[in-house]
């Protein structure tokens, strides 16, 4: 079993009117790699996949080793208490891609090495399996603490911001403009695991994938549910189709999470739009090539209508209400509105989803949970608390407040929702002390002047009922501080 784990990273600074701090090397998508190779620092050098890849998939044949930026612990060997369940996990490559415009994406792949006798028998098995992967402690270069796999896309993309940008120079970093998105699992199952998809698994038919078995559903693991593709051959499939279906869904994951990224910095106001400018013009073109790409039946000889219309079935497709998105875009050509709102709204409904686990003694475990927004909304996160969540975000956004405290107030707000996101039925307290402290924080921030003794509190307040979710509380420390800084309030320890 190969288990692959990609986090897509948007970089919308490349849309931003103006010079900005953003390197211009590597030359994504075609980095040279052969006599003194560019790089990505903190990450590694360009290198040639050693497979290659199909010659239609722009981009995807040379790539940036991501070895310096994310490390594991000592993984577990072979022979262990649960390697009869779990097998034996080993690193099979780092990498980073980019498309040279606003999509890059780190993927790592886990091999678990299993004999034909131990293969596959369970549906509870496979799960195990996963999760054991995507629960791994692992490290991010610059930051402090082990934290589980699932847990490090925030942290990557910080690290790619810092490793993209000039270290000496006036224009602005703009690190609101560089943000991970929702992270995929893809599970290539060898020749042997022949694994049966649960009953609320969202199946592609086989004909419109080259006669691969392929199927969609939600694992949980200890920062939330992952999205999680299983594929596997079914005699004769060679394994060059299932590889190709494999970096197909890899390449779709990553473009959908940039484009809705750019729509949100847009909403967000952190990327302006000014209509018939160079700038403008750019963003349009973009916006426009992405939904027409997505919009296609068929992409590197795989029926990406009957991918994206699972994906859509099992949740994985929604997004916010799209209005303040074309709000921001007022001045845009008629055809490139048309285009975003019909996108945004086939993405906007909320579903409920099917998301499984396997407990102590390898039981598997059924929970239900809600999608929204691109973002997965636990058992915690009912209509009260997202509202609470949601309403607090709109009195920043109605305010008077200078530009930067809203971007910051902003991202305090995204790292509040995937906090509680990663909180189970039994925390639904902490959750509740989480938003209504968020809401006082908000409310207060954006006043003329606020008082110190009372955003200090309610940001301590915000920390400690984070904290319950150990992987969550240094990046709500890190946004809480970056609004308190800019208040010219002394930061939380």
Known sequence: MLVVVQFPICDSRVFFPGQTARLQLPE?????????????RHFGPAALRRLGANPAWFGETIYCSARRALRFDALPSAGGRNDELYGSPVCAFRRFFSDGRNAARVEVGVHLRRGWRSSLRSTARAVGQVQSVLDLPTHVQGMAGPAALMAQGSPLARLYCRASSHRSTSAPVLPELVQDGSPVCVVELGRYEDV??????????????????????????????????????????STTNLRTLRLALLRLHSEQEALDLVLKHIQRGDLPYAPRTPAGDQLEDYLNQMIHLLRRDSRFSVAQRELIAALAASGAGAAKDP?????????????????VENYERERQAQRPVTVYSVEEGGVLKVEQQNISGGTFYGP?????????????????VNSSAPDDLKRALGSLHDEARMTVAAMTDSQQGEANRLTDALTTFSEHAVKDRPLQEVVRAAGREILEAAKIVAARAEPILGAVNTVLGILGIAGLA
């Open 28 to 40: 994504w998508p075609t980095p040279r790699f052969e006599v003194n190779p560019q790089f990505v």
């Open 380 to 396: 915690v996160i009912n209509s009260i608390v997202a509202g609470k969540i949601d309403r607090s975000f709109d009195t920043v």
């Open 323 to 339: 209005d303040e998105q074309l709000d921001r875009l007022r001045g845009a050509r008629r055809q490139s509105l048309r285009q």
């Open 196 to 237: 049966e998809p649960p009953d609320d698994a969202v199946i592609v038919d086989e004909s419109q994938v080259g006669g691969i078995s392929a199927w969609f559903t939600w694992i949980r693991t200890g920062v939330g549910a992952v999205g999680t593709w299983f594929i596997g051959p079914q005699p004769p499939i």
